[in-house]
């Protein structure tokens, strides 16, 4: 059994914020995310903008959100920072992280989801 000295890990973390949100706030939110990782000794490796989307279920009344996913490496600690300001943030709907596997960071593990335009087209399948 061997010790692990490191404790930087790799961990991705998705968030949604509220869709009603002006553009100005929203940045102004995604760049507070971005600085805590920063100022924590982590490392932001990438950041998709998967755009505003329909929920699986209404979270907060809110039937949509902008959906955002963060690579970043850092500590549990820097982690648990982030997450606890996740929870303070009113623009922040929902958060979910999770620790990458060392052997699968090389390659997205979420696929973003298929480009589907937010009108709906009138056809029914």
Known sequence: MSLRLETERKYETIFILDPDLEEGVAQSAIEKIKGIITQGSG?????EDWGKR???YEVKKKSK???LLIHFSGSPALLSELERNFRVMDAVIKFQSIRLDERETSASTVAAPDDQPEEESGEKA
Request: glycine fraction near 10%; charge should be positive; aromatic fraction near 10%.
């Open 43 to 47: 490392e932001i490796l990438k950041v």
């Open 54 to 56: 329909k929920l699986a």
């Open 65 to 67: 959100g902008q959906y």
